[in-house]
């Protein structure tokens, strides 16, 4: 930790970058997933960038985009047989007749959730340009099996204020928060000049006091994943866990107590 970052928390203390309501959602949901799904997926080991389980190889054909849902399905615990996969292009999200009309996200790679009525398999579509950035198809993926868990099993209802949020807190409750917070928020040198990408519905912060909610209740105050995080996600981690330590004041059980 830098000597300014020392010097702040002397004068300020610990820091929750949350507002209250914010940091009660992520402790409430936080519960309920526990609720819905017991401690085993929070007590895995966290999915890492160097996880085994994860290819080491990537040609960026259609083949290998199946083989890294195949992959994340077995971590994130879905039944593959139960999926159907497509790719499509950006353009289709533009077309009237198309199946995936309307389905725009800002950036990085969309994907698409659906469960066609009387029909026991769900569709998973990713759009094809995904296949360029791996790192960030695979926080897609597990997004949209995230979807699975709680749109097919109905926990919860897609008009559900908190939907898309709560699908990336369960990709963190699963062990899949590092590549998914990761993937979130993104920035890197273009030849015009900086360019930011943003993936996910969860901010810095929020993706930031989950994964330090993660780890307390994991009883991991110093947990050595934090490693493989982007450095501006890594800082909000840093502040929570401090947090957290210093004050207690939380929900979330240490270690599951």
Not at 37 to 65: H, M, N
Not at 167 to 191: C, H, K, M, P, R
Not at 193 to 203: K, N, T
Not at 210 to 220: K, P
Request: proline residues 5%; contains cysteine; negative net charge.
């Amino acid at each position: 930790m830098s000597i300014f970052r020392q010097l702040a928390r002397k004068i300020h203390g610990p820091r929750c970058h949350l507002e209250p309501d914010e940091k009660a959602w992520v402790e409430r949901r936080m519960l309920w997933l526990r609720e819905q799904f017991g401690s085993g997926p929070i007590r895995r080991v966290p999915l890492e960038p160097t996880s085994q389980l994860l290819p080491k190889r990537w040609d960026g054909s259609y083949e290998a985009g199946a083989d890294l849902l195949a992959r994340l399905c077995e971590f994130m615990l879905v039944d593959p047989k139960r999926l159907h996969l497509e790719f499509y292009s950006r353009s289709e999200t533009h077309e009237g007749d198309s199946a995936y009309a309307g389905e725009r996200h800002s950036s990085g790679p969309a994907g698409l959730y659906h469960h066609p009525e009387d029909s026991k398999i769900l569709v998973i579509g990713l759009e094809e340009s995904g296949l360029l950035r791996p790192a960030s198809l695979a926080a897609t993926i597990c997004h949209e099996l995230g979807h699975v868990h709680l749109l097919s099993e109905k926990r919860i209802k897609r008009d559900e204020e908190d939907c898309e949020p709560l699908t990336d807190l369960l990709t963190v409750y699963f062990g899949a928060g590092i590549l998914t917070a990761n993937a979130a928020f993104q920035s890197g040198q273009w030849q015009r000049g900086w360019y930011v990408r943003r993936q996910g519905y969860l901010s810095e912060a929020l993706f930031g006091f989950s994964l330090a909610c993660f780890s307390w209740y994991r009883g991991d105050a110093e947990a050595a994943w934090v490693k493989h995080l982007r450095e501006n996600i890594a800082y909000y981690v840093d502040d929570s866990m401090h947090f957290l330590s210093t004050t207690r004041d939380t929900t979330i059980p240490f270690d599951g107590a």
